[in-house]
């Protein structure tokens, strides 16, 4: 495993100090890092997905990093560049930033629900939408509080078939997610809003990783 920047490491020992109940989600915290990380540098991208408040989750780890969580995210100077004498060439080249490639499945109704009514296969719309967006070098992190949900389940074997590293986020018993994904983070917590608190401090730490290994630079 690739050594962690000192802004990295600060990051992640800063996890472990406000909730040492963590502390055994690092094995797995840490590959997943590296894992995005290896994607990125590829040109690959990070898909999401999850159920009610886990798919809230995939769109606020989207949301994290396709702009500027916690750092200055300076756009390439060849990009400001061409941007210049276009139209409104100016004010993007001034104001964009630049994003880390992050997909949440399930935020296209008309996708969803055209999946949902042509096919006969319940559960299936992550996986269809993994199987037209993922490609091998990409990451899948689905979460889950049981680690049981079937689609979020469909979605993992779909991306395995097509090459893609798979993680699972569940509670602490992991479920099937996490017998099926290459690596499993199991929160602690008894109950939904315990694990998913957990989960909102995990991937919380593993975006801002993500970002200061591409732009230390504090905003």
């Given at each position: 495993?690739?050594?962690?920047?000192?802004?990295?490491?600060?990051?992640?020992?800063?996890?472990?100090?406000?909730?040492?109940?963590?502390?055994?989600?690092?094995?797995?915290?840490?590959?997943?890092?590296?894992?995005?990380?290896?994607?990125?540098?590829?040109?690959?991208?990070?898909?999401?997905?999850?159920?009610?408040?886990?798919?809230?989750?995939?769109?606020?780890?989207?949301?994290?990093?396709?702009?500027?969580?916690?750092?200055?995210?300076?756009?390439?100077?060849?990009?400001?560049?061409?941007?210049?004498?276009?139209?409104?060439?100016?004010?993007?080249?001034?104001?964009?930033?630049?994003?880390?490639?992050?997909?949440?499945?399930?935020?296209?109704?008309?996708?969803?629900?055209?999946?949902?009514?042509?096919?006969?296969?319940?559960?299936?719309?992550?996986?269809?939408?993994?199987?037209?967006?993922?490609?091998?070098?990409?990451?899948?992190?689905?979460?889950s509080t049981s680690?049981?949900?079937?689609?979020?389940?469909?979605?993992?074997?779909?991306?395995?078939?097509?090459?893609?590293?798979?993680?699972?986020?569940?509670?602490?018993?992991?479920?099937?997610?996490?017998?099926?994904?290459?690596?499993?983070?199991?929160?602690?917590?008894?109950?939904?809003k315990t694990v998913?608190?957990?989960?909102?401090?995990?991937?919380?730490?593993?975006?801002?990783?993500?970002?200061?290994?591409?732009f230390p630079e504090?905003?």
């Amino acid at each position: 495993m690739p050594e962690l920047s000192p802004v990295e490491q600060a990051l992640f020992d800063d996890l472990l100090l406000r909730r040492p109940d963590l502390e055994g989600c690092a094995p797995s915290l840490l590959p997943l890092h590296t894992a995005i990380v290896t994607s990125y540098d590829g040109g690959g991208k990070l898909l999401i997905c999850g159920n009610g408040g886990s798919c809230a989750d995939a769109l606020h780890i989207a949301g994290e990093l396709c702009k500027c969580f916690e750092r200055k995210r300076p756009l390439d100077d060849a990009i400001k560049q061409k941007l210049r004498g276009l139209p409104l060439g100016d004010e993007l080249a001034e104001h964009l930033e630049a994003g880390l490639p992050a997909i949440p499945l399930g935020a296209n109704p008309a996708l969803k629900s055209a999946i949902e009514n042509d096919s006969p296969v319940r559960d299936i719309a992550y996986a269809q939408e993994v199987c037209a967006l993922g490609k091998t070098g990409d990451v899948l992190l689905a979460i889950s509080t049981s680690g049981n949900a079937a689609n979020c389940l469909m979605a993992l074997s779909a991306a395995k078939a097509l090459g893609l590293t798979t993680a699972s986020l569940t509670g602490p018993h992991g479920g099937r997610m996490a017998l099926g994904a290459d690596l499993a983070i199991r929160a602690p917590g008894d109950s939904t809003k315990t694990v998913q608190e957990a989960h909102l401090a995990l991937y919380h730490t593993l975006c801002a990783m993500v970002e200061a290994h591409y732009f230390p630079e504090p905003r």
